[in-house]
């Protein structure tokens, strides 16, 4: 899984024994016209400083989900796309209210999480698109890590951790 600074992100399936890497497929999605980019992003001409600013294109695998890959990143609208390798094509939106900064995936709970430079956190269901918005109070989340809870068995709680400008915040979350 590779993801471009234009919107693109290819699907690779690779063989390191025999040294062959194979596209398996290629994903765009549309991003604002010349004037919808202009006023939305009123940077000047040619500078690339400023064009590192905007959202980057970010994509995880989730194999719990089937052959599932989430991805998000600068297109005409702020959403999360969820698209089936199978089906070859999207099939769940869910709208952002930020533009995310960084995207984590937990298989074994069936959610995603992604972080906005805004400081809220949103926690999303894989199967049905249903979300819970977190805010923080330290600015913007930089990256997120969900990982297996060891100290209880019984259920699925999870550890995750947001990394910000004021350090690094953990929750425990549990799905019922």
């Given at each position: 899984?590779?993801?471009?600074?234009?919107?693109?992100?290819?699907?690779?399936?690779?063989?390191?024994?025999?040294?062959?890497?194979?596209?398996?497929?290629?994903?765009?999605?549309?991003?604002?016209?010349?004037?919808?980019?202009?006023?939305?992003?009123?940077?000047?001409?040619?500078?690339?400083?400023?064009?590192?600013?905007?959202?980057?294109?970010?994509?995880?695998?989730?194999?719990?989900?089937?052959?599932?890959?989430?991805?998000?990143?600068?297109?005409?609208?702020k959403s999360?796309?969820?698209?089936?390798?199978?089906?070859?094509?999207?099939?769940?939106?869910?709208?952002?209210?930020?533009?995310?900064?960084?995207?984590?995936?937990?298989?074994?709970?069936?959610?995603?999480?992604?972080?906005?430079?805004?400081?809220?956190?949103?926690?999303?269901?894989?199967?049905?698109?249903?979300?819970?918005?977190?805010?923080?109070?330290?600015?913007?989340?930089?990256?997120?890590?969900?990982?297996?809870?060891?100290?209880?068995?019984?259920?699925?709680?999870?550890?995750?951790?947001a990394a910000?400008?004021?350090?690094?915040?953990?929750?425990?979350?549990?799905?019922?």
């Amino acid at each position: 899984l590779a993801c471009s600074a234009d919107s693109r992100i290819s699907v690779w399936s690779c063989d390191w024994r025999r040294d062959r890497c194979d596209l398996v497929d290629w994903l765009t999605f549309p991003t604002p016209g010349q004037d919808q980019f202009a006023a939305q992003w009123p940077f000047r001409k040619n500078d690339k400083t400023e064009l590192s600013n905007l959202p980057p294109t970010l994509a995880r695998f989730c194999s719990a989900a089937g052959g599932v890959i989430i991805y998000t990143g600068f297109s005409l609208k702020k959403s999360l796309s969820i698209y089936s390798l199978c089906s070859k094509q999207v099939v769940r939106e869910v709208s952002l209210s930020c533009w995310a900064s960084c995207l984590a995936v937990s298989d074994l709970l069936g959610y995603c999480f992604t972080g906005s430079r805004e400081g809220v956190i949103r926690c999303i269901s894989i199967s049905s698109g249903q979300f819970q918005d977190t805010v923080t109070r330290c600015g913007g989340i930089a990256a997120l890590c969900c990982v297996p809870c060891m100290k209880v068995r019984s259920s699925k709680p999870h550890q995750l951790a947001a990394a910000h400008g004021c350090g690094v915040t953990m929750w425990t979350v549990s799905v019922k």
